[in-house]
């Protein structure tokens, strides 16, 4: 299974990612953490695939001692 490449600019900076789907189930990876999402038949993939790599930025950078 490959996956796709997803980027968000966030605070002037791009996010980079990579997501996959297997069985409605789309998962978001990056090198601090992964996420992942129900998909039903309406939900465009790389919209989710973006909120779900904005959410692991925003956690990332929360968490102590983070360097993003």
């Given at each position: 299974?490959?996956?796709?490449?997803?980027?968000?600019?966030?605070?002037?900076?791009?996010?980079?990612?990579?997501?996959?789907?297997?069985?409605?189930?789309?998962?978001?990876?990056?090198?601090?953490?992964?996420?992942?999402?129900?998909?039903?038949?309406?939900e465009p993939q790389e919209?989710?695939?973006?909120?779900?790599?904005?959410e692991l930025v925003l956690?990332?950078?929360?968490?102590?001692g983070s360097t993003l």
């Amino acid at each position: 299974m490959s996956g796709h490449s997803v980027h968000i600019k966030l605070d002037g900076r791009t996010y980079a990612g990579t997501f996959t789907v297997d069985r409605g189930v789309l998962t978001v990876s990056t090198t601090y953490g992964k996420k992942t999402a129900q998909l039903s038949r309406q939900e465009p993939q790389e919209a989710t695939a973006k909120q779900l790599l904005q959410e692991l930025v925003l956690e990332e950078k929360a968490r102590k001692g983070s360097t993003l």
